[in-house]
């Protein structure tokens, strides 16, 4: 297989000194419940970060602000030194945002192939050819690029309706890592995969673009601890541990109030 270095395009111009992603004072209430509590949060470019947490912490509320697809109660979000915080989820691939969710947004009924088009074409603005006709041929071979990416090569021409779910998520990564982001925002990628496609994906994470910054949600430490190169631990909508993995690894708070809930 290719090595990172000829598989990823480099682009080290990107990496800035200002954060990638800056979270002020963030809070975020839906009625009477204030899922995010004050949170503040700064990413540097091309940093790797894993955000952990008991059900119900928040974590996926901070992601949706970050993402714009919620408009905070209070506090600010900078994307690369700007103020998005009211801008909407729409615009934000333009700053270099992409984003997963836990719950697949692929479309089942058409191919892996046509799937990573249609983020290609998202990401170029372009009227979407709805669909089935003939894809053009220099999109389909970028799509290709990108599926080999993620070792979907093989299923290329199957419906994503027909993937397993492991490869689900692998077509999803690659439907996010297809507009070449600047930072990606990944939510519970190895939710319900095998201990070998775990390693797949953590293989495929450390072969991003040493300058793509990577905010991670997930609850499978072994992933978590594998790819991060920082860890921020939130309970209860606010942060309760940040630091290296080994340090969150021994923070007795972490302990008594996320490891030992997860036994
Ligand atoms: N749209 C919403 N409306 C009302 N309450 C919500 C909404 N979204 C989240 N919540 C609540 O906010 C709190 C934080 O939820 P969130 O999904 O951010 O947590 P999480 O840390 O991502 O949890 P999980 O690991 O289970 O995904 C929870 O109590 C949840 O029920």
Redesign the pocket.
Known sequence: MATAHTTVPARAERATAEPAVQVRSLVVA?GG?R?VKGVDLDVASGERLAIL?P???????LFNVIAGDITPTEGTVAIKGRDCTFLSSRHRPRLGLARTY?KARSFDGLTVRENVCLALAGHRRRQLPLWRGPVDRELADRAAKVAARVWLTDRLDVAAGSLSHGEKRQLEVAMAIATDPDVLLLDEPASGLSRGERERLVELLDELAADVTLLL?E?DMDVAFAVAQRVVV?ADGEVVAAGSPDQVRSDPTVHRIYLGVEG
Do not use: E, P, R, V
């Not at 059900?55 to 509320?61: D, M, P, Q, S």
């Open positions: 839906f419940l899922a947490g059900n119900g912490a928040g974590k996926t509320t836990q949600i609850h939130m």
